[in-house]
């Protein structure tokens, strides 16, 4: 039997908290999956769980905090009343001290991104941690990243995000060279950014075996899966991603309003109940629940705080995944990879112009 | 009587040239508007058009060139091959020497932005052009600007962006004093880009009396109409436009699929056509065409490339409203009383902090 994947659960985020964590990690564990859950947050309120659920108690450790970090907390507050001691920071030290295989919380994505960062901190070459975001498309799922844990990048930091999503990819999405683009706004001359420009020609000269670099791509690329990975800086990275939230919420609206204006398309929805069930279970968000903290020395996802049952079971199935096939140890690899093999180091470096080719512009 | 509002157009411009373009501008005029055209391009596709159509012929003059920019054609190869002579720049000029009011083209955006800057030039204190975009929403219809005519943006071309697009709200929804967000990625601490932050305390410390100024959107408040208009720089712009017209199109395929998938689905579709005809009104993106180049000494409307007779019809309609309402006049006024408000140059200045709060951070 495969060693139990262990994760930390901070049992006190989200909007709802042991309420609907612990039947998520329940119902996770009823996946048949071998998983070893540590448990942090009030014991009062997570016991009767455990009591009412003898398998998930079989695997669970129990750790008490009184201590939680509010929604509404920012990032600097939570760190000042929570650090060493509330449910997020201690789910998250558990990866640190090897205790924990991966730490999951729908906690507020500020704080757990300064925790997460505070207490495990950047792998060496990454400068920064990213948020990973699995974006469901017409041909499957895409990961795109960063959608919002820092702004800004340089050439070699989206070339880190390259590396660190396919990474992913190879894991979640069972592929072996997973296909990668840059987010831009087209291939016209003048457009896009210097460094994801000087970020194109790294990826076309390393030629990184463990994914296939396409070039360029634009917004409208992401709903298509154009690719199994697109890497664009956190600013725009989130602002992509609550916009096509936002449109998607929009047609769903257009959709029921469109439905329910005559009696007779009233009916015809009656009628195409189950074709509706297909698309609302496509259009669900909760399948693709869990974005990934990566670039840290530690794994940590972040559910959403709106999840129910359902999104939590997802969210801890994506940590079980990742962590049974070490998707740490292969970005660690990766990125130092992108480094051995590239010796001179202002080919791959930060500063500068690639070395290979002086000429290009 | 009005007098007639001078549309230049561009008839070679988009995937098919006058055989849609004059349909289009025919289309335009039997809304019964009081415009009159000059017509650039090649004389013998154009002539049968005007021949066929003696209204769209009594207001038109045609100015007939052989030169064409080609779709593909990149911005630098437009200005070497087309500069003076072509059907696109001839349409932009006439409204420099004050032939028409404002043109009209379907060509390629980039050698668009890149005629339309070298012949009109930036009006005074803007330093670059913009484009701005009516995207529909569940509430109506929002202005976002820029949508890629510029990579980066300072405060102060922010501040711009919001004088401009409230401008062009003013006419186009005829409000008195539009709502406008800055396009920002959450209110948490450390969040946001510094001019972002930085535009927005100029903002609010000019209340400027034609725009009422509500702070920080996100990417899913532009499909919910939360407000007139929103400011965001173009490499972000574009990317969130073409996003939402990708997760449009996404949705469309979900639902193809989900209606097709069983013979009660079907049937059901077949019963509910009045609402899918509702539906698929409602996300004609026919309905928004025209992207309006702001910015400049004249303005110039881009219709969309694959757009046909009544999406080119639309876009004429748009410049016809905006020329009307002397949108240009308005954006002049609107961005010297900017300074003319603050005579402290530090205040609404590109440089430095405002004057007015310097304990603010």
Chains 1, 2 share one sequence.
């Not at 930091?157 to 072996?176: E, K, T, Y």
């Not at 460094?195 to 409208?220: C, D, H, I, T, W």
């Not at 189950?274 to 693709?288: S, T, W, Y």
């Amino acid at each position: 039997m495969l060693k139990p994947v262990r994760i930390a659960l901070d049992a006190m985020g989200g909007d709802f908290g042991p309420e609907v964590l612990l039947p998520g990690a329940a119902r996770a564990l009823e996946q048949g999956e071998s998983i070893a859950f540590s448990l942090f947050g009030d014991e009062k309120r997570i016991r009767p769980y455990l009591e009412a659920n003898p398998a998930l108690a079989a695997v669970s450790t129990l750790h008490h905090t009184d201590v939680a970090v509010r929604m509404d907390d920012k990032p600097s507050q939570a760190l000042r009343a929570g650090r060493r001691n509330s449910s997020m920071w201690l789910a998250i030290e558990a990866v640190k001290k090897n205790q924990a295989d991966i730490a999951v919380s729908a906690g507020n994505t500020g704080a757990l991104m300064a925790m997460a960062k505070t207490c495990l901190h950047t792998m060496p070459h990454v400068e920064r941690p990213a948020l990973a975001a699995i974006w469901p498309t017409v041909r499957g799922r895409t990961i795109v990243l960063d959608v919002g844990a820092s702004i800004g990048a340089d050439a070699r930091h989206l070339v880190n995000l390259a590396i660190m999503g396919s990474a992913m990819a190879r894991i979640v999405f069972a592929v072996d060279r997973p296909t990668v683009g840059l987010l831009n706004i087209g291939s016209e001359e003048m457009k896009g950014i210097e460094e994801v420009k000087k970020a194109s020609r790294l990826l076309r000269e390393a030629a990184l075996p463990n994914l296939q670099y396409v070039g360029f791509v634009e917004g409208g690329d992401i709903g298509k899966g154009t690719v199994d990975v697109v890497v664009t800086e956190g600013f725009t990275g989130n602002i992509a991603l609550k916009t096509a939230e936002g449109t998607a919420n929009q047609m769903a609206q257009y959709l029921r309003e469109a439905l329910s204006g005559d009696l007779m398309s009233k009916l015809g929805y009656l009628l195409a109940r189950k074709g509706f069930a297909a698309l609302k279970q496509k259009m669900d968000p909760r399948n693709v629940n869990g974005g990934v903290f990566l670039g840290l020395d530690g794994v940590v996802i972040k559910s959403h705080g709106h999840s129910d049952v359902f999104g939590t079971a997802v969210a801890i199935e994506i940590a079980y995944t990742i962590a049974r096939h070490e998707l740490l140890g292969r970005i660690r690899d990766a990125i130092a990879l992108s480094y051995d093999a590239n010796p001179a180091p202002a080919k791959l470096g930060v500063s500068g112009e690639p070395a290979a080719a002086p000429s290009q512009s």
